[in-house]
Structure formats: structure tokens, C-alpha cells
């Protein structure tokens, strides 16, 4: 089973509706990221997470909030999504004391 | 400000050697990572450079220069699913900040 798994795989939404991307992570890791990827662009920091009690605000957050159910769980919001956030989405875990970050499958949004 | 630099794309054939560059210029550097991403899946980790000089793993090899801002990446006896981008990563502040990535298209 994969250590860091995302979900849904690939979802294709309209303007304004609210959606959720869940990350789940088997690693045991206290930092979580969620990451936007679009062509020609690097990847991009939305929020981290550095532990349960703890949310970040990245390079990119405008538009988009977080939630850090547990430990394992980490899941990005977009409260009413817009064409422009169309992207490759990436979640990521870390270990504290090491800067290697493992990543999800990633998610494909698309807003129409 | 951050910043890192890399070629967008570049070819070479099979069973070659292809060297790819990497500025950057970051805050709170500790150390740069290469990591290899196939089109539409995950970054995977290849490598980490924490000193200077040269890391090499298999037919992969790394190289840092922490005074010039300097790090490359060598591949050997390219394959054909060496086809991917490779992203130069600096590592730093517990966060990652990403190049844009070469895209390397290895030809038969």
C-alpha cells in the first residue's frame, strides 16, 4: 500500500462550488504539505503543517483553507473554486530534523 | 527573494551522458535535493546534497557548490525511461522551494 495516499484521484467541478482533497499519510510523519503544480511553474507551497495544533499559511494560500484531523489526515479546501485553480494538487509528508518530503499521487483539478 | 534556475528542456540519446544545471539563490539554505517527476505522477527523491562536491548514487550523480549557488545533476548510460523532468530543490527553514524543472527527452 502506498505511504501517502490522496483522494479523489481527479475531479472536474464547476465555478463556485466548494470542494475537499484528502491526504492520508501511513508514514508516521508530523509534517504535512499541500502543494499546486502548473505547467511551466514549480511547485508551490499552499499550507504545512508541522503537527496537529499547527497550520501554515504557504506561498499561495489565498483561496484555499485546511484542516489537520488527526496525525495522519490533512485535507485542503477550496470554499468556491475558480477556473484559475485548475492544477495538479500534491500532498507531501516530512519528518522533523530531515527536509526530504514524500509525496501523493497528486489530485487533477478542474474547474470549469 | 527566492529563486532557482534550471534549462526548461533538454535531449540526448540513449546510453549517453546529459548534465543538468542548477542555480539558485535561497534563504536559510541547508542542502539540495534533485528530485525526478514522470508527467502526471509524483516528484520521487534521487538525491541530496548537503556539502560540496560530489554525491554519486548508481548511475546518478550529484554535485554542490554551496559558495557559487551551484548543483548539477549527471545521469549515465541514459535509458529511455530517464524521459522525465527533474526538479532542482532547495532545502531550508523545514520548507522546500522548487525549480520549475528541466524536462529531459532521451531519444533511441
Known amino acids: 500500500d502506498a505511504d501517502v495516499t490522496q483522494t479523489p484521484r481527479n475531479r472536474i467541478t464547476k465555478t463556485g462550488k466548494r470542494i475537499m482533497l484528502e491526504c492520508s499519510q501511513t508514514?508516521?510523519?508530523?509534517?504535512m504539505y499541500w502543494y499546486r503544480q502548473d505547467p511551466g511553474l514549480g511547485l508551490r507551497l499552499i499550507y504545512y503543517?508541522?503537527?496537529?495544533?499547527?497550520?501554515n499559511k504557504g506561498e499561495i494560500s489565498d483561496g484555499y483553507s485546511v484542516s489537520r484531523q488527526a496525525q495522519a489526515k490533512f485535507s485542503l479546501s477550496l470554499e468556491s473554486a475558480i477556473p484559475n485553480q485548475t492544477a495538479l494538487y500534491f500532498c507531501?509528508?516530512?519528518?522533523?530534523?530531515?527536509?526530504?518530503?514524500?509525496f501523493g499521487p497528486g489530485t487533477r483539478l478542474t474547474v470549469t | 527573494g527566492q529563486n532557482i534556475d534550471q534549462p526548461t528542456e533538454m535531449t540526448a540519446t540513449e546510453g549517453a551522458i546529459v548534465q543538468i544545471n542548477c542555480t539558485y539563490q535561497?534563504?536559510?539554505?541547508?542542502?539540495l535535493f534533485w528530485y525526478q517527476q514522470h508527467a502526471g505522477e509524483a516528484p520521487t527523491f534521487l538525491s541530496y546534497?548537503?556539502?560540496?562536491g560530489l554525491e554519486e548514487k548508481g548511475r546518478f550523480s550529484s554535485f554542490l557548490s554551496r559558495s557559487k549557488g551551484y548543483s548539477y545533476l549527471l545521469l549515465k548510460e541514459l535509458q529511455m525511461k530517464d524521459s522525465a523532468s527533474y526538479l532542482c530543490?532547495?532545502?531550508?527553514?523545514?520548507?522546500?522551494?522548487f525549480g520549475a524543472g528541466t524536462r529531459l527527452a532521451v531519444h533511441p
Open positions: 507531501a509528508t516530512s519528518d522533523p530534523g530531515s527536509d526530504e518530503q514524500y
Open positions: 508514514k508516521g510523519h508530523d509534517r
Open positions: 503543517s508541522f503537527d496537529v495544533k499547527d497550520i
Open positions: 535561497t534563504s536559510g539554505f541547508n542542502g
Open positions: 546534497n548537503v556539502l560540496d
Open positions: 530543490v532547495s532545502g531550508g527553514y523545514n520548507k522546500l522551494i
